[in-house]
């Protein structure tokens, strides 16, 4: 297991009632597979992943990275070390090129990168589909689909194993949304990163190896 | 990519901002450079004088405080008298280098004969029935403080020894000239007399009821032209020393003790002649000594006077104060204590605006960026090093700034000052209302004061202004940190 979550809770404070959004949730996930959780508008997905992602707490429960509880590694060297995290909105550097923001996690990471760090990150946007003279451009002059990538690359500018990622689709027509799922298939299966993709895309779904659904607060597995 | 680099990125790619905020800084900044300018030149001022003024300070009743008192509690008021061993425990300060505390006396003599200045206008002529020319010095440091201080050179013979001082030998210390006048060398002897008068104020007439000789022996000659060197530009202090010549030509240094036996006779014989006041003084409980000492104290630096004051004030009795020769200075600084108190208000307005205006458009500026910021937190960056890029990004630019500002707030002060001076140069009195001691006076003047002023590009302003200038646009940025510090990237992000 890389990645265990245990029993987690996460609740609103509501007046006086506490509006559960977790509830004694527990999942695993292995390295290679590409997972997939899928769930409405409004059922946690975003909750659970921040909490997957260490931008926030549970309330109560546990998270295990390679079996150690994230807490004890820390938050921010997790952040750093461990995981890439893809937001539905991108959240690029608007500044900064493609290859700049690539650069970004690589100087922030205590991972080992090759000394060569611009090669690494244009070959790393090579290989998700952003070729050099695009990897040049300030990424707000990129279209949606090549920013998402973009941001994929950053995910795995620091070599980590672990990747998250929050509607990752949801800005992006289905073409682009096909495309970018090929590539988290790529990842997991001749890659051997875990994969870990909220939706509320059956589609997307169906294509990943293993699926949740996340419905008021619970978990349980897809078919 | 690191943090460093980031900054830099930070500041060239957004060049709108950065120059709004440059433009900021360097608008203030002249405030703050300017402010500094003229607090730093007018300290200067007030060193350079305070330095030419000299350490010498004595204590005396406060006269400003006497002649503000009512009349009857003034008319009660009796000083008590500065003890000898007050004067000591004052001297044995560690900010004293030496002291003295002398008394005076005027005598005549039938065998010499004043000196009466060489090419002088009738109107520097000493008077020809002048019959008391003399003036006894009493001195208790040996080496004597003048003498030390330059107030005049030894030319030739030597100054007092510690046991001439003691017991009070007929010994004395006489000028060049007077010597010269009445062709007296070191080792010769010449008479004085101290001559009692009795004053009838009906016919207002004086009469010789009693009259000793003096006996001294002449073991040194000095010179007192010295002092005037130090103001040969400035022919106006010149007549001035040219006027006191005469006075300091005729006198004469001799131990204290001689000149305290000499005042006693003067005053016993006085009361024997006049039982009206033998009998008021008898009253009055006065005791039968005459001792009176005016106290002179040269300090080791002009920066001891304040340090010194404040130990000796408890050590007076009621109503006496330090009186020191840098207290001329508030006398002739003019226009310069209200330059440096208007440049310290404007530093204190400037700093603050600075801090406010700079701290505000700096958080403004980060609230635009607040998703970038966001991004590098939920990268695992650590928010010490988020602060330090926004500081390196906003310091980059502030020293820009007041590099910039440092030379044009410089060259606005020297406007702004020369137009202040200018204009507040009418209504300077020269006239002082108030007791005068000989001993602290200096020649300055206002215009020796103005004339020192100058706003300079030294090096102690323009370490200064970076200082107070980086040091202000650092806790201008306290408050856009705390935003930093208090940032939660999933809010911002997801
Ligand atoms: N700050 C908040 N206060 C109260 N409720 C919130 C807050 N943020 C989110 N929620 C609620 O938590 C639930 C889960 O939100 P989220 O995890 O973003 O769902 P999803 O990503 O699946 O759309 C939603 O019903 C939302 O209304
Ligand atoms: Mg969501």
């Not at chain 1, 090759?114 to 090669?119: A, I, L, V």
């Not at chain 2, 200045?117 to 002048?130: I, L």
């Not at chain 2, 700079?358 to 990268?379: A, H, P």
Request: with cysteine; hydrophobic share 40%.
């Amino acid at each position: 297991m890389i990645l265990e979550a245990k029993d987690l809770n996460y609740y609103y404070q509501d007046g006086e009632q506490r509006r559960y959004i977790l509830k004694d949730t527990s999942i695993s996930f292995e390295k290679g597979k590409f997972y997939t959780i899928l769930g409405q508008s409004g059922s946690g997905k975003t909750t659970l992943l921040s909490l997957l992602s260490a931008l926030d707490s549970p309330h109560s429960g546990e998270i295990l990275f390679n079996d150690e509880d994230i807490k004890k590694i820390g938050y921010e060297k997790y952040r750093r070390n461990n995981i890439g995290i893809i937001f539905q909105s991108y959240n690029l550097i608007p500044t900064f090129t493609a290859v700049e923001n690539v650069l970004v996690p690589m100087t922030i990471t205590e991972n080992e990168i090759p000394s060569d760090k611009e090669t690494v990150a244009y070959n790393l946007l090579d290989y998700i589909g952003i070729v050099k003279n695009k990897a040049d451009r300030l990424v707000n002059k990129l279209s949606g689909g090549e920013q998402q990538r973009v941001a994929i690359a950053r995910a795995l500018a620091t070599n980590v194993e672990l990747i998250l990622a929050d509607e990752p689709t949801g800005n992006l027509d289905e073409e682009m949304e096909q495309e970018i799922i090929d590539i988290f298939k790529r990842l997991a299966h001749e890659h051997g990163k875990c994969v870990i993709v909220v939706t509320h895309s059956n589609e997307i779904a169906v294509q990943s190896d293993q699926a949740f659904r996340l419905k008021k607060g619970v978990l349980s597995s897809y078919e | 990519m690191n943090f460093m680099k980031r900054g830099i990125l930070g500041i060239t790619r957004k060049k709108g901002k950065s120059l709004i905020l440059l433009a900021v800084i360097f608008i203030l900044g002249n405030l703050i450079s300017g402010a500094i300018s003229i607090q730093q030149a007018t300290g200067n001022v007030e060193k350079t004088i305070k330095e030419r003024l000299g350490t010498a300070a004595t204590v005396d009743l406060d006269h400003d405080t006497l002649n503000n008192m009512p009349e009857d509690e003034w008319m009660d008021f009796e000083p008590e008298e500065l003890g000898v061993n007050l004067i000591k425990q004052i001297g044995d300060l560690p900010y004293v280098k030496y002291y003295d505390y002398s008394m005076e006396q005027w005598m005549g003599s039938e065998s010499i004969e004043p000196y009466q200045g060489e090419e002088m206008d009738e109107d520097f002529m000493m008077d020809e029935e002048d019959e008391i020319p003399f003036q006894l010095k009493g001195i208790n440091y040996a080496p004597i403080i003048d003498l030390e201080e330059g107030k005049a050179t030894l030319t030739d013979g030597r100054v007092f020894t510690d046991e001439e001082i003691e017991n009070g030998t007929a010994v004395a210390v006489i000028s060049e000239n007077l010597a010269a006048e009445n062709n007296l060398e070191v080792g010769d002897t010449f008479t004085l007399v101290n001559n009692v008068y009795s004053y009838d104020y009906d016919t207002d007439e004086e009469d010789i009821v009693a009259s000793r000789d003096v006996v001294l022996e002449v073991i040194g000659l000095f010179d007192p032209k010295s002092v005037t060197q130090e103001s040969d530009e400035d022919s106006e202090s010149n007549m001035m020393f040219m006027m006191e010549d005469p006075y300091y030509q005729n006198t004469m240094y001799v131990p204290n003790e001689i000149v305290i036996d000499e005042t006693n006779y003067n005053w016993e014989e006085t009361l024997k002649a006049d039982d009206e006041l033998a009998a008021m003084m008898k009253e009055e409980g006065e005791d039968a000594s005459f001792e009176y000492y005016e106290p002179i104290y040269y300090l080791n630096n002009p920066e001891d006077i304040e340090p010194f004051r404040e130990e000796v004030l408890p050590l007076l009795p009621e109503l006496y104060t330090v009186i020191s020769a840098t207290d001329q200075y508030e006398r002739i600084s003019g226009p310069m204590e209200s330059m440096s108190k208007l440049a310290k208000y404007v530093l204190i307005v400037a700093v603050a605006a600075t801090i406010l205006i700079t701290g505000l458009v700096v958080l403004l500026f980060l609230r635009d960026r607040k998703r970038e910021l966001g991004i590098y937190l939920s990268l695992g960056e650590k928010r010490s090093k988020v602060i330090g890029q926004i500081l390196i990004e906003v310091m980059v630019v502030a020293v820009v700034g007041i590099t910039l500002s440092l030379f044009s707030g410089n060259l606005l002060a020297g406007q702004v000052s020369d137009t202040i001076m200018n204009s507040d140069d009418s209504n300077q009195s020269e006239y002082y209302e108030g007791v005068y001691y000989p001993e602290l006076e200096s020649e300055l003047t206002t215009e020796d004061v103005m004339d020192s002023y100058e706003v300079n590009l030294d090096a102690s302003y323009v370490l200064g202004f970076y200082g107070i200038g980086l040091l202000t646009i650092l806790i201008s940025t306290v408050i856009p940190l705390i935003y930093i510090v208090r940032l939660n990237p999933k809010k911002i992000l997801m």
